[in-house]
């Protein structure tokens, strides 16, 4: 595992959309899981600034962590009061990048047949050869996804319940700005499970500001617990690549040896 501390949360993004990059140039028709809230929206837009001095996305497909469950949009069309992840990605990444529109996954927060769409979607992951790149945030509880605390860590793409702080921390980054009642959000979510992201060959976690610091400590050097879902992170067996602000980092036990670690390696070319 790669702990990479940055001073700031530009110089966070940045490296992240490097990585991210990385993967897309040495394969081009890769497959990205890409997440969404307030912390990749840095990365992407240092994505979309990379599009623009040449990154070709025509070839990569993508599959989205997880949706409200109830809302949800055809890409390419806009609602102001439209609070689905579709949107938000189609916002933030999707209009302003080559890539297909038959090559983006987000899970359908209006099928009419939520087990079904779960183990469609499941399957269509599988087709797609499986995930090369996993980019995944953290939330408030430490959770991935909408894999609240309690969920297992071998669970699958599945309708998850939302927990009182989900509610609470979505709330006040999308619907209260967009003057949605709270009582009006959705309480449901369609979330790939923690053992479908534990089966992507590379992980990318990026979390930013003091206010997560005691949970990425907790995820990264802690117990491993369904509590705490991300900490299944120590669990992957693949290249897993963390980047963290100072902030985030401040809580961490060891981070004087992550820095030292992330220098040898740049020194020797690893």
């Keep these: 595992m790669d702990i990479i501390i940055r001073e700031n949360y530009e110089q966070m993004s940045k490296c992240a959309a490097e990585i991210i990059a990385g993967y897309v140039k040495a394969k081009p028709d890769c497959v990205l899981g890409l997440a969404t809230g307030g912390t990749p929206i840095g990365t992407y837009r240092e994505l979309i600034k990379m599009h623009r001095e040449g990154l070709d996305?025509?070839?990569?497909?993508?599959?989205?962590?997880?949706e409200y469950l109830g809302v949800g949009i055809d890409l390419g069309k806009?609602?102001?009061?439209?609070?689905?992840?579709?949107?938000?990605?189609?916002?933030?990444?999707?209009?302003?990048?080559?890539?297909?529109?038959?090559?983006?996954?987000?899970?359908?927060?209006?099928?009419?047949?939520?087990?079904?769409?779960?183990m469609w979607y499941e399957q269509e992951i599988?087709?797609?050869?499986?995930?090369?790149?996993?980019?995944?945030?953290?939330?408030?509880?430490?959770?991935?996804?909408?894999?609240?605390?309690?969920?297992?860590?071998?669970?699958?793409?599945?309708?998850?319940?939302?927990?009182?702080?989900?509610?609470?921390?979505?709330?006040?980054?999308?619907?209260?700005?967009?003057?949605?009642a709270r009582s009006q959000?959705?309480?449901?979510?369609?979330?790939?499970?923690?053992?479908?992201?534990?089966?992507?060959?590379?992980?990318?976690?990026?979390?930013?500001?003091?206010?997560?610091a005691d949970m990425v400590a907790k995820c990264?050097?802690?117990?491993?617990?369904?509590?705490?879902?991300?900490?299944?992170?120590?669990l992957h067996s693949g290249d897993i690549s963390v980047v963290l602000d100072q902030a985030a980092a401040s809580k961490l036990k060891n981070s004087d040896h992550y820095k030292f670690v992330e220098k040898m390696k740049r020194q020797y070319g690893l």
């Excluded at 990264?220 to 705490?228: A, F, K, R, V």
Aim: charged content about 25%; some cysteine; glycine content about 10%.
């Design 185 to 212: 959000m959705p309480h449901f979510a369609i979330t790939m499970g923690t053992g479908t992201i534990l089966e992507a060959k590379n992980i990318l976690m990026i979390v930013n500001g003091s206010k997560k």
């Design 57 to 66: 996305f025509s070839q990569v497909r993508t599959f989205n962590l997880d």
């Design 126 to 180: 599988k087709k797609a050869g499986g995930i090369d790149l996993q980019l995944l945030g953290l939330g408030g509880d430490g959770h991935w996804g909408f894999n609240e605390p309690g969920s297992s860590l071998g669970s699958r793409t599945r309708v998850q319940a939302l927990t009182e702080q989900t509610l609470d921390d979505n709330y006040e980054a999308f619907y209260k700005k967009a003057n949605i």
């Design 220 to 234: 990264l050097e802690g117990p491993i617990t369904s509590q705490i879902t991300a900490t299944a992170i120590q």
């Design 78 to 118: 806009t609602y102001d009061l439209d609070q689905s992840y579709a949107r938000f990605m189609y916002e933030e990444l999707f209009k302003h990048i080559n890539i297909k529109r038959e090559n983006i996954y987000i899970p359908d927060g209006q099928t009419k047949d939520p087990k079904k769409f779960c």
